[in-house]
């Protein structure tokens, strides 16, 4: 990709009102597996500036589908006046240091959510090795959030985490040897599992999203 495509990108999110170019990874996304669904609950983990949090308001549907979209981040973030509505709200904190349980307690209906989106990323070093493993381990952070893991208290659904039953999940890593291990630790976990670098991602950039799709219920914990 060129510096021209990623300038098409940022000319395109002032155009429509989109915090950051980012928002078009979470659209690309979107039009290819559709995991946000009218009425949906979202968690957005890494939600700074809120880009994300405009396209996953978006494609809840009309405010009287209900919904909601919980973004979570280091920064405190001012939910952006385009594209979000009521159902759309912020929490700052780091979600390495978050319970599921907290987690939860903002959703809906308190037990979790129908997607799980993590975008966080770690202020890259420069050091290809150390900014992957660094990435690997919010990714990792986040995968057990969703899935949950042995020592999961028991005010989680039976499923074990905060990610419902059928619900889909999306994490950002930096290519490196750990990005591997994701695709075996959600094997049979889900429907579907891919991974898309979109088009919106610079070439700079060797970020990847990871994408699990349809999560079964009734499967042990990571
Ligand atoms: C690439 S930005 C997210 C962009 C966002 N998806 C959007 O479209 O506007 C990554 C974010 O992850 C956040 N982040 C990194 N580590 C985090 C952590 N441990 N807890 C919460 N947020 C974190 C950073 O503060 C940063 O705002």
Same mark, same amino acid.
């Given at each position: 990709m060129s510096g021209g495509t990623a300038d098409f990108f940022y000319r395109e999110a002032r155009r429509l009102k989109y915090v950051a170019r980012s928002a078009f990874k979470l659209v690309e996304i979107q039009k290819k597996h559709r995991i946000i669904r009218p009425?949906?609950?979202v968690l957005d983990l890494g939600c700074?500036? %809120?880009?994300? /949090? &405009?396209?996953?308001?978006?494609?809840?549907?009309?405010?009287?589908?209900?919904?909601a979209v919980v973004g979570v981040d280091i920064k405190k973030v001012k939910v952006p006046a385009d594209h979000c509505d009521h159902r759309v709200r912020t929490?700052? %904190?780091?979600? /390495? &240091?978050?319970?599921p349980a907290a987690l939860a307690s903002f959703s809906p209906s308190g037990k979790g959510y129908s997607v799980l989106v993590s975008d966080m990323c770690p202020s890259v070093s420069g050091d290809r090795s150390k900014d992957a493993a660094l990435s690997a381990e919010l990714g990792m952070c986040a995968l057990h959030l969703a899935l949950g893991q042995s020592e999961v208290d028991d005010s989680i659904p039976e499923t074990g985490g905060i990610l419902l039953?059928?619900?889909?999940?999306?994490?950002?890593?930096?290519?490196?040897?750990?990005?591997?291990?994701?695709?075996?630790?959600c094997?049979?976990?889900?429907?579907?599992?891919?991974?898309?670098r979109p088009k919106a991602t610079r070439s700079t950039s060797r970020e990847i999203y990871f994408i699990g799709k349809g999560r079964m219920s009734k499967f042990p914990s990571v």
């Amino acid at each position: 990709m060129s510096g021209g495509t990623a300038d098409f990108f940022y000319r395109e999110a002032r155009r429509l009102k989109y915090v950051a170019r980012s928002a078009f990874k979470l659209v690309e996304i979107q039009k290819k597996h559709r995991i946000i669904r009218p009425g949906g609950s979202v968690l957005d983990l890494g939600c700074a500036p %809120g880009a994300f /949090l &405009q396209v996953a308001c978006q494609n809840l549907g009309p405010p009287e589908k209900g919904g909601a979209v919980v973004g979570v981040d280091i920064k405190k973030v001012k939910v952006p006046a385009d594209h979000c509505d009521h159902r759309v709200r912020t929490i700052a %904190g780091d979600v /390495l &240091q978050m319970s599921p349980a907290a987690l939860a307690s903002f959703s809906p209906s308190g037990k979790g959510y129908s997607v799980l989106v993590s975008d966080m990323c770690p202020s890259v070093s420069g050091d290809r090795s150390k900014d992957a493993a660094l990435s690997a381990e919010l990714g990792m952070c986040a995968l057990h959030l969703a899935l949950g893991q042995s020592e999961v208290d028991d005010s989680i659904p039976e499923t074990g985490g905060i990610l419902l039953p059928g619900g889909s999940l999306v994490i950002k890593l930096l290519e490196g040897e750990e990005s591997q291990g994701f695709l075996k630790l959600c094997k049979g976990r889900f429907q579907q599992l891919s991974w898309l670098r979109p088009k919106a991602t610079r070439s700079t950039s060797r970020e990847i999203y990871f994408i699990g799709k349809g999560r079964m219920s009734k499967f042990p914990s990571v």
